[in-house]
């Protein structure tokens, strides 16, 4: 894993602004006409200053072998926890690399990029509806600690 790019991050943005956008629709949160723009909103606050952003560090997931890109992950430092704790906004494994061991070792990596900052507790959140997301982070070690639940009222 390596820092990301400035050359690297409009794309790493336009992908998660869309990805973030279609994932809350799916959970029933937003509307298709406003989760373009609420997505866009959210990183806006997020990430003011792009990679910039203090305690904001997004990393490029490549295969040791080849060091082609493979993935990236998006951690932000959350120092006032009573734990010093990170949260991982954004996984992503590229589709034609999903399924060969590439999540697993970007998580094992993160938690070791996260050791060295100093943080004892990483934190995540996932849609139900992402069960292959869901396995991952389960097989890495995560627990579930909330559940938001949602009934549509006739």
């Given at each position: 894993?390596?820092?990301?790019?400035?050359?690297?991050?409009?794309?790493?943005?336009?992908?998660?602004?869309?990805?973030?956008?279609?994932?809350?629709?799916?959970?029933?949160?937003?509307?298709?006409?406003?989760?373009?723009?609420?997505?866009?909103?959210?990183?806006?606050?997020?990430?003011?200053?792009?990679?910039?952003?203090?305690?904001?560090?997004?990393?490029?997931?490549?295969?040791?072998?080849?060091?082609?890109?493979?993935?990236?992950?998006?951690?932000?430092?959350?120092?006032?926890?009573?734990?010093?704790?990170?949260?991982?906004?954004?996984?992503?494994?590229?589709?034609?690399?999903?399924?060969?061991?590439?999540?697993?070792?970007?998580?094992?990596?993160?938690?070791?990029?996260?050791s060295e900052m100093g943080?004892?507790?990483?934190?995540?959140?996932?849609?139900?509806?992402?069960?292959?997301?869901?396995?991952?982070?389960?097989?890495?070690?995560?627990?579930?600690?909330?559940?938001?639940?949602?009934?549509?009222?006739?």
């Open positions: 894993m390596e820092p990301m790019k400035e050359s690297e991050f409009e794309i790493f943005l336009e992908r998660t602004v869309r990805e973030y956008a279609e994932e809350n629709v799916k959970a029933g949160y937003w509307q298709q006409a406003e989760a373009t723009k609420r997505s866009m909103e959210a990183h806006r606050k997020l990430l003011p200053d792009g990679l910039r952003t203090p305690d904001h560090h997004i990393f490029i997931a490549r295969d040791k072998a080849s060091g082609n890109e493979v993935g990236c992950i998006w951690l932000r430092v959350e120092k006032d926890h009573v734990v010093p704790s990170g949260f991982i906004y954004a996984v992503f494994i590229s589709k034609e690399q999903r399924g060969k061991g590439y999540g697993a070792g970007t998580m094992k990596a993160i938690e070791a990029k996260a943080l004892r507790r990483l934190m995540l959140h996932v849609f139900t509806h992402n069960p292959v997301a869901i396995r991952l982070y389960e097989s890495a070690g995560y627990k579930t600690a909330s559940i938001n639940m949602i009934r549509d009222i006739p």
